[in-house]
């Protein structure tokens, strides 16, 4: 007897200012509160009024990790969204709207007419409360109660005094009697609640936040861009709590002279931008490079070239973060696959940027970055914390502290300037000797760049983890991804699994590459039959990279560039094309 699972979309359209984010909010709290799994996602354009956007929610009793193209329920805002995705919505769904609002009535069975606006004047006495209805009829098409729904608006509007909570519960309350009396089909609909069950909403964004909170970040400058705007946002609002240091710096290039500053005088720092932004940065990444000043970026790509799509998503920056920078030294890059991944990676550049003292890479992208995930928790044993830091008492056995001393590692001491006691901290951007000053001698030259970059590459290499495996663990056919397509890859090789021998292979340590004796995934990708490269971006940058550090050449490659990300339906398809 085949398992029926429950699982719902519910995309709510209109344009830009008419609340998609507040109504999808609460309703993605609300899933997630009744022990739903949920995935959301939005798709939204680069204004502040206007245009069409739409917030995208599935709910789940068992884990959702990417969406539909399918949907349950449509909320339509304006008339555009019912004539954009009235196609999307399926046979038994519905299509919840307020004809007076959009100047159109439909007798179409699946439409359910909904007075948003008239009901929050009549019960609230203002239309801006139009909003809360929404999110009451949504759930009274589904039979879930108002009892979350009341928690949040009670916490959201507390400030605001009793009357305005009362006149919101009351909205609520009336948007969901009306769509229960007025839906017959929804007679019998009612969707069965799971078990009780605690889950935490997070997003990439705030993951990454939350990771270098918890990794002891005390530093954070940034100049504000889509996507990656919401780190600032999230860190200065933890600020105060936990005494650290958000900057708005004017420009990027004061982002990453103000976190290299930070960092060099002995504080874990990290800045964070888009694309376009991080451009700007080049020049200081190879300054951290030659000082060998640890410090943690955060790229959240978006489409280029120049201003691009700011409010989309893509995965065309890998190769300019790889290569970006003048001269050699070391780079890592981590390009997590879930906020879960996100919050774990952060911590791990923290490490091994302190512990290696090189620049240390989180990339991601608007699709993560704004996307929501359920998780059950984080665990924090798992974080690391090395202080890797000297000042004097550190230093006390120490007779000639050389900030840049040839070592076997490659890595030297570092010490805190103006804690380092009777020694000396010398840095410049200049080629140096030991000490950090400058040379122009050929042998010196030659030490340095083997001390600071051979030897440290060949260790870092090491620490690497490997791909990670998910399906049939022999398998025909593997899926290859990275970053953020792990989620809708993952969903794939679960649908195709029923009949044919699949897995995924997902990277989210990207660079350096794993050693092939952790697990021998080029082996793996050799012997399947079919090997297929799944990316954001026109040319295959993860392949290309791929081919350089290991010689493996994908004869097939699924890209994707218009800005959006891969849904399961989409993915599918393209899959079942070369099979």
């Known amino acids: 007897m085949e398992v029926k699972f429950l699982d719902y979309t519910l995309r709510i359209g209109g344009e830009a200012g008419q609340g998609l984010q507040t109504i999808g909010g609460a309703l993605a709290k609300i899933f997630s509160r009744k022990g739903y799994h949920v995935f959301t996602h939005q798709d939204y354009m680069s204004r502040v009024r ?156 705030q993951a990454i936040g939350l990771g270098a909170l918890m990794s ?64 700007l940065m080049v020049e200081g990444l190879s300054l951290a490079g030659m000082t060998e000043t640890p410090l943690v970026i955060a790229e959240i790509q978006r489409p280029g070239p120049a201003t691009g799509l700011p409010t989309r998503t893509e995965q065309a920056d890998l190769l300019f973060i790889l290569y970006a920078g003048h001269g050699e030294f070391p780079k890592v890059i981590f390009e997590p696959g879930t906020p879960k991944q996100a919050f774990y990676l952060t911590n791990r550049a923290f490490e091994l940027a302190e512990k290696y003292q090189i620049p240390v890479f989180i990339q991601s992208d608007q699709y993560l970055g704004d996307s929501e995930w359920t998780f059950e928790n984080f665990d924090f044993e798992h974080l690391i914390y090395n202080d890797y830091r000297l000042r004097e008492k550190d230093l006390e056995g120490v007779e000639e502290y050389k900030r840049h001393r040839y070592s076997d590692t490659g890595i030297s001491l570092l010490a805190v300037p103006g804690e380092a006691g009777k020694h000396l901290v010398v840095a410049d951007s200049d080629e140096h000797d030991e000490e950090g000053h400058i040379i122009e001698d050929a042998e010196t030259r030659i030490k340095m760049v083997r001390k600071r970059l051979l030897k440290k590459l060949s260790l870092i290499k090491k620490e690497i983890e490997a791909p990670f495996l998910y399906g049939d663990p022999s398998p025909e056919i593997v899926l290859v991804g990275h970053g953020s397509t792990y989620g809708v890859i993952k969903e794939v090789v679960d649908i195709l699994s029923r009949d044919r021998k699949v897995a995924m292979m997902h990277f989210s340590q990207v660079y350096p590459l794993p050693e092939r004796d952790r697990l021998d995934y080029i082996e793996l990708l050799e012997k399947a039959k079919l090997a297929i490269s799944i990316e954001n971006n026109a040319t295959g940058q993860f392949a290309k990279l791929m081919r350089a550090e290991t010689g493996f050449g994908f004869t097939h490659q699924i890209l994707k560039y218009d800005g959006r990300p891969f849904t399961i339906e989409n993915l599918k398809e393209e899959v079942d094309a070369y099979l």
């Open 216 to 279: 002891g970040c005390k530093f954070y400058s940034a100049y504000p861009m889509t996507p990656s705007t919401g780190i600032l946002n999230y860190l200065a609002s933890k600020a105060e709590e936990h005494g650290l240091v958000v900057e708005q710096a004017e420009d990027e290039i004061s982002a990453i002279n103000m976190a290299i500053g930070a960092s060099f005088t002995g504080v874990r720092a990290m800045t964070g931008s888009s694309g376009g932004g991080f451009a």
């Open 50 to 205: 206007g245009g069409h956007n739409y917030y995208q929610i599935r709910f789940s009793d068992r884990k959702a990790s990417a969406s539909r193209d399918m949907v349950d329920i449509l909320l339509a805002l304006d008339l555009n969204t019912i004539e954009i995705h009235k196609e999307n919505v399926r046979d038994e769904g519905f299509i919840l709207y307020d004809s007076e609002t959009i100047k159109k009535k439909f007798e179409e069975p699946e439409f359910i007419d909904v007075p948003f606006k008239k009901i929050a004047l009549d019960v609230g006495k203002s239309g801006i409360m139009a909003n809360t209805v929404a999110t009451g009829a949504v759930l009274g098409l589904l039979g879930l109660g108002l009892e979350n729904l009341k928690d949040i608006l009670k916490s959201t509007f507390r400030k605001k005094g009793e009357e305005v909570i009362e006149k919101n519960l009351a909205c609520a309350e009336a948007g969901y009697n009306y769509a229960l009396s007025n839906c017959p089909r929804c007679e019998g609909a009612e969707i069965q609640e799971p078990e009780e069950k605690k889950f935490m909403l997070i997003d990439g964004i």
